[in-house]
């Protein structure tokens, strides 16, 4: 793990008091939202709809989803998990957008080569890659933004999170952890077979092979195996996005490496000292049953930082919450209270939020 910086943060002081000021004053980009008994939810029925981009992010082509703003009070960066493809997190990027009231710009970056095309021909990234790769991007992308940035992580993209928030500080306003991965568990038997798998050349290879050849498949019939298989809660989206995307043999490569050297990278206990220094602008949400970042992480984090925002989401949503609608419904409308509620508190005592 990088050393800490010895010098304490300063947040900038204008952040999010403008955001009821700057409500819906965007683009006027909208489309219908999808069928999904909003009404019951009580939602609008209409939303911003993020923007596919391939971008040049530190020499590599990069697929991101863009959500902006005319005049924004932040902007958030959103890191995936692993799979690192963002347009799982189309739905929830929309409706985070929605909750904030129109008032952040938002850039999802997805990872090297976890995408539809195999721009890097057949490259594999690690761990390290895919983090020196996002904090680029901050770095570089976002230097003429004078909003603060929040970063957002989900999975092992929490990790991600954290450490672009370690070295980039100047920069980065707060950080949200989802369904945080940050240490290995040596108790989960799901982990250990995963961790076997990805630490076989042979086995990646094998994996790689037999997923990219169901792509022979007519369409309708890789859906409906997908749909009836792994993805029986999904979105017809999210399976869209899984035959389109993961079931290339370049991508499959790419997430069982990129799994390896997380098994490799990541400690058997999170960085608590992080966690505890940063405390007031780190938020965690953990799952109910999750053993990406299991309940007795929580417990833990509970006992050693008492005073660390984390809670657990009880509500029946899976670890790949974006896959589902009401899945992404209800984290983005979460994340969104975080923003409004905490960030407001810690980084501006103006705000009314």
């Known amino acids: ?25 965007c683009t006027t980009i909208l489309r219908s939202a999808k069928p999904m008994g909003s009404e019951k939810l009580g939602l609008i029925q209409t939303r911003k ?8 992010v530190s020499g590599f082509k990069t697929e991101l989803l863009e959500i902006s703003c005319h005049n924004p009070a932040l902007h958030i960066v959103f890191v995936p998990g692993n799979p690192g493809v963002v347009s799982f997190y189309a739905d929830f990027l929309d409706w985070l957008f929605e909750f904030l009231g129109g008032t952040a710009s938002i850039t999802a970056v997805g990872h090297i080569s976890h995408s539809g095309k195999d721009s890097e021909s057949g490259r594999l990234f690690s761990l390290q890659e895919q983090i020196d790769h996002k904090i680029s991007f901050v770095d570089n992308e976002l230097k003429d933004v004078d909003v603060p940035v929040v970063l957002i992580g989900h999975s092992i993209g929490a990790h991600i999170c954290l450490e672009m928030f370690r070295r980039s500080q100047e920069k ?22 995963i961790r076997k798998i990805a630490a076989s050349s ?22 409906f195996l997908v749909k009836n298989s792994i993805g029986k809660s999904w979105s017809s989206s999210a399976v869209e996005v899984l035959c389109s995307h993961v079931l290339q043999y370049h991508t499959m490569r790419n997430m069982l490496y990129m799994a390896m050297t997380e098994f490799e990278k990541l400690p058997e206990n999170p960085d608590w000292d992080l966690i505890r220094w940063k405390r007031n602008r780190i938020a965690f949400l953990f ?3 999750d053993h990406w970042g299991p309940l007795h992480l929580y417990e833990e984090m509970c006992r050693k930082v008492p005073d660390a925002s984390a809670e657990v989401e009880r509500e029946g949503h899976t670890h790949a919450f974006s896959c589902s609608e009401a899945g992404s419904v209800w984290v983005a409308r979460h994340v969104a209270g975080i923003i409004k509620k905490d960030n407001g508190r810690n980084l501006s005592s103006e705000s009314k939020l």
């Not at 709809?49 to 040049?56: C, G, K, P, V, W």
């Not at 989802?178 to 799901?190: I, K, M």
């Not at 042979?202 to 859906?223: E, H, V, Y």
């Open 49 to 56: 709809q993020a923007i596919f981009r391939l971008a040049n």
């Open 287 to 289: 799952g109910a049953d």
């Open 1 to 25: 793990m990088i050393p800490m910086l010895s010098k304490p943060f300063s947040p900038p002081p204008r952040v999010f008091s403008n955001l009821r000021t700057h409500f819906f004053n």
């Open 172 to 193: 980065v306003a707060y950080c949200i952890c989802l369904y945080p991965f940050l240490a290995v568990d040596r108790t989960s038997s799901t982990q250990s077979l």
């Open 202 to 223: 042979a086995l990646c290879a094998a994996l790689s092979t037999i997923g990219a050849s169901l792509r022979i498949l007519p369409t309708s019939i890789l859906k």
